[in-house]
């Protein structure tokens, strides 16, 4: 048995592109340690920020982490772009392997470490005091959750320094083709391991989130008087919770049957495929739900504050996220409507997909009905509002198409999907997190950030996204199926290739106005004061940034916008403190993610006497973390 | 009265486990079929008899039971 | 009550992992006559086992409740007596189980020989990792008792892993019943 598994010279970087990013990614390192040497900031690095249980700062390590990866899935989006605009009657610049490999991390990061990445950042920081909490349920486990995901991500990065293939699957590594037959190589364990850590931080996050909202609501906050943010957070963690195990069950499946030869998804000795599809689009399916839903909590304060407005139909909002759930694990079949269900288990699953419609369609009423005799400022976080309400407009009545099964047997797998799931990532998530982002930047950061260019790159980018995706509706009608690395000229498709490029170019820009506007706002930076939006939920209440422990004096709650009553009344925060309990830092979060790396990678390389160190280590340090009572300290009323 | 609960779960169970397999071992009497739908259902029956008497599920002193969820927190 | 949320916590977590068995379950279910030629359930399980394995788990289950009421007199002498027998006993349900799983491969009934077989062990098996994860967590729950003070943080502990291992038992009924009854009659 080798010393080093499957590790050999050769899966050191030798290719362009490996070379390139171990490259650009050792740079950063390299950057980011002489900047902390030069200001020794090493000590206030660990103890203020990696070691911290404080979700303000968790949430913001969430944000800058998500930031990194969006730039890494963007790399892959225009890598992909370029190959199909230029590979008309040619190979292009990537070979076919290569440019499956890129949709596949492309698809991967967006969806675990993008987007779920800000939003559980911008939970971390608003959810705490939005229900007048100071901390959530389960510190320790938010610092661990947190380093999981991290871990997780490097582990996705990990290839390009060493083993220099990734999965060439798609983003669910649908089997046969991810198994061992066909993918013995390291690529697609990098996948599942990857999946597998960040998996299980999404899962501690979700259960604290849950039982933070549900246990430390400040006194008088009922269910009915959180704010909406919280309710569909809460919505969106209980899909977390209950969907992600299947993932965790279904990659283990697919993993042992790769590194033990087993038969479960094989095309022989009794294996069966069409279970992984059943498997892993029960989980797929509430996914995307779990990604959509907090951002429609984000938009509903968003609507609400800059009407100057109480959101119109709470409870029916509250009904319509609860239905969102409900109905989104009835629906995954409609994820392979072509794969010989039949017509009478293809309807069932049509009609309930199309019955989502409905509480989209209420929340939409709710939030214009919210904007109609209200004082509305259209300051830039409500430009994201407005674009997303016209970009998920239409991407939901494209997936109203889809629902139909024969309409779907036209457009399956065809840019048709992907430019509908975009729409709704993009648009409803992305713009979210971008809204949400901007609106929260204040309160998080004590400035504001520039408002003429976030409206300038908003703008870049809604056009941009037009730009981008109208072609991909047209292809997809025309014929063109996903993930082509290169077709004939003959089907006329390329100008609407080159114009999708075009319009990537666009968001490109618009991003890079986005870092513009960053540098500036630092550079210009003025304190403001704890509510700069004129706000009406409780964050609204603290100063921007808040204090370590969120609140003097725990609020008592007596209405849904507790805030805003506050300044009808002309009451201000109780300034006297009372006795503060508040969760240690700890290093064991960092301690139990990294065995966990070393662990994964050695699983993927198999290694087997550094499985074994690593899981060791995992286990030492959760018994020796469990002999430590005292993890709490006292601040007394000062 | 504690240790009488948790006697009457544990030899509740018993009874159910050696039915289901006094069932297991003699499928004629309800068929293939029959017999599994009643092996479940005993099955579901000795989860509900572990989850009442081993864990005391229906005392009021439960904290799992007074979630008061619908009502005013207080920390 | 801080005890009261890690509690609920912990009984969140326990439905994830509930949900990973239903996964296991339901692959074991549309994969169980998927023998390819080899042997099935019938050819292979041996009820007198399960019975035993079963009876084991079950009495193990009972012990531990007679520790927690212990703990809860704050006799500790009691507890680690008690909580001795239920280790025990788990530890002779995990060697019965690997003599059960030692036969099959000697018979050639390995992992690698079926849809069936591959499924079998796993779900079996994932339950087996985690009996042995819930004796580990009972040695730590035992140093605690001799080492320190039965407080409230060790109690709310203790009571944590007595859950886990009442969970066990109850994936246990679901798996006699599902892999050695149906599994050998359908």
């Known amino acids: 048995m080798n010393f080093f598994g499957k590790l050999t010279l050769d899966s050191l970087p030798h290719v362009w592109y490996t070379i390139g990013a171990t490259v650009s990614i050792a740079l950063m390192c390299l950057a980011a340690g002489m900047f902390l040497t030069k200001r020794q900031k090493w000590g206030w690095l660990w103890n203020e920020w990696l070691t911290s249980t404080d979700p303000k700062k968790i949430g913001t390590m969430y944000i800058i982490f998500a930031t990194l990866m969006f730039f890494r899935g963007m790399i892959d989006a ?7 605009a230029i590979a008309a009657d040619s190979q292009g610049y990537l070979t076919a392997d290569h440019f499956q490999q890129i949709f596949t991390s492309h698809g991967d990061i967006m969806v675990f470490f993008v987007t779920m990445g800000f939003f559980f950042g911008l939970m971390n920081w608003i959810i705490p005091l939005q229900i007048g909490a100071r901390d959530l349920a389960f510190p320790f486990l938010n610092s661990l959750g947190f380093w999981l995901t991290v871990v997780g991500g490097i582990l996705i990065n990990l290839f390009f320094i060493i083993g220099g293939e990734f999965a060439n699957t798609g983003w669910v590594a649908i089997t046969p083709l991810s198994g061992l037959e066909f993918n013995p190589g390291v690529g697609v364990d990098y996948l599942i391991w990857s999946l597998q850590l960040s998996g299980l931080g999404s899962l501690l996050a979700g259960l604290n989130f849950i ?31 209950s969907a992600f195990p299947v993932l965790t069950a279904t990659t283990l499946l697919l993993w042992l049957e790769r590194f033990f030869d087993l038969h479960f998804f094989t095309a022989s000795f009794g294996g069966n495929q069409m279970m992984y599809f059943n498997l892993i689009w029960m989980w797929g399916h509430p996914e995307v739900y779990i990604l959509v839903l907090p951002a429609f909590g984000m938009y509903s304060e968003i609507v609400s504050t800059f009407s100057q407005k109480r959101i119109f139909g709470y409870v029916s909002m509250v009904c319509a996220a609860l239905m969102i759930t409900f109905l989104s694990y009835l629906v995954w079949l409609h994820h392979f409507f072509t794969m010989g269900s039949g017509a009478d288990v293809n309807s069932f699953f049509g009609i309930v997909t199309m019955l989502i419609a409905i509480p989209s369609g209420v929340q939409v009423f709710n939030w214009i009905l919210t904007m109609h005799k209200g004082k509305v400022t259209f300051a830039s976080p409500m430009y994201w509002f407005v674009g997303f309400l016209i970009t998920f407009m239409i991407g939901g009545m494209a997936g109203i198409l889809m629902a139909s099964p024969p309409a779907d047997f036209q457009v399956h797998n065809s840019l048709f999907l992907i430019a509908h799931f975009h729409t709704m990532v993009i648009g409803v998530a992305i713009f979210g997190a971008f809204a949400g982002v901007t609106y929260w930047f204040p309160k998080i950061f004590g400035f504001m950030l520039d408002e003429r260019l976030g409206k300038l790159a908003f703008w870049f980018w809604f056009i941009g996204f037009f730009v981008s995706f ?19 000229a003959s089907t006329h498709w390329q100008p609407l290739f080159i114009t999708s490029l075009a319009g990537i170019a666009i968001i490109g820009c618009g991003i890079l106005i986005q870092i513009v506007q960053l540098i500036v706002s630092i550079r210009g930076r003025k304190q403001v004061s704890g509510d700069p939006w004129n706000g009406r939920t409780l964050e609204w209440s603290t100063s921007s940034p808040p204090p370590f422990y969120n609140f003097a004096v725990i609020p008592t709650v007596t209405s849904r916008e507790p805030f805003w009553d506050m300044k009808q009344k002309g009451m201000h925060p109780s300034q006297k403190r009372e006795e503060i309990v508040l969760f240690k830092n700890t290093g064991f979060g960092l301690y139990i993610s990294g065995f966990s790396f070393l662990a994964a990678f050695a699983i993927v390389w198999r290694i087997y006497w550094l499985i074994a160190l690593g899981l060791l280590g995992v286990i030492a340090c959760i018994i020796i973390l469990s002999f430590n009572d005292e993890m709490e300290e006292v601040y007394d009323g000062k | 009265m504690d240790l009488l609960l948790r006697i009457i779960g544990f030899v509740g169970s018993l009874i159910l486990t050696l039915a289901a397999f006094a069932l297991i071992a003699y499928p004629e009497y309800f068929g293939a079929k029959g017999t599994v739908l009643a092996i479940l259902i005993l099955a579901v029956i000795q989860f509900i008899v572990q989850f009442v008497f081993f864990l005391n599920f229906w005392r009021e002193k439960s904290p799992f039971w007074n979630m008061g969820i619908l009502f005013p927190k207080s920390k | 009550m801080e005890n009261e949320t890690k509690v609920f916590g912990f009984w969140i977590y326990l439905m994830t992992d509930l949900i990973i068995f239903a996964v296991l379950f339901a692959t074991f279910i549309v994969l169980h006559n998927n023998t390819f030629g080899g042997p099935s359930g019938r050819d292979l399980f041996s009820l007198r086992f399960a019975l035993a394995e079963t009876l084991l788990l079950l009495t193990s289950s009972f012990t531990c409740t007679l520790a927690m ?9 009691g507890a680690i007596f008690w909580l001795l027998v239920t280790f025990v ?4 349900f995990l060697v019965l189980e690997w003599i059960e799983f030692s036969e099959f491969i000697h018979e050639g009934a390995t992992w690698q020989r079926s849809g069936f077989l591959s499924s079998y062990f796993t779900l079996v098996g994932t339950h087996g990792l985690h009996i ?5 967590w009972m040695l730590v729950a035992l140093f605690r008792i001799g080492l320190r003070p039965l407080l409230a943080p060790s109690i709310s502990k203790i009571f944590r892993m007595a859950l886990f291992w009442h969970f066990l038992d109850f994936v246990w009924i679901f798996i006699f019943t599902v892999v050695y009854g149906m599994g050998t009659l359908l």
């Open chain 1, 78 to 84: 225009a890598m992909i772009w370029l190959q199909q």
């Open chain 1, 470 to 488: 109208v072609p991909l509706y047209l292809l997809g009608f025309m014929g063109a199926t996903r993930r082509l690395d290169h077709y004939a």
């Open chain 3, 89 to 92: 006993l788990g530890v002779a």
């Open chain 3, 132 to 136: 042995s994860t819930g004796l580990l």
């Open chain 1, 211 to 241: 039982v933070t909202i549900i246990k430390h609501r400040a006194p008088g906050m009922t269910l009915m008087r959180m704010p909406l943010f919280v309710w569909t957070s809460l919505c969106g963690m209980i899909l977390v919770i």
């Open chain 3, 69 to 77: 009421l212990d703990i809860h007199r704050e006799k500790k002498k």
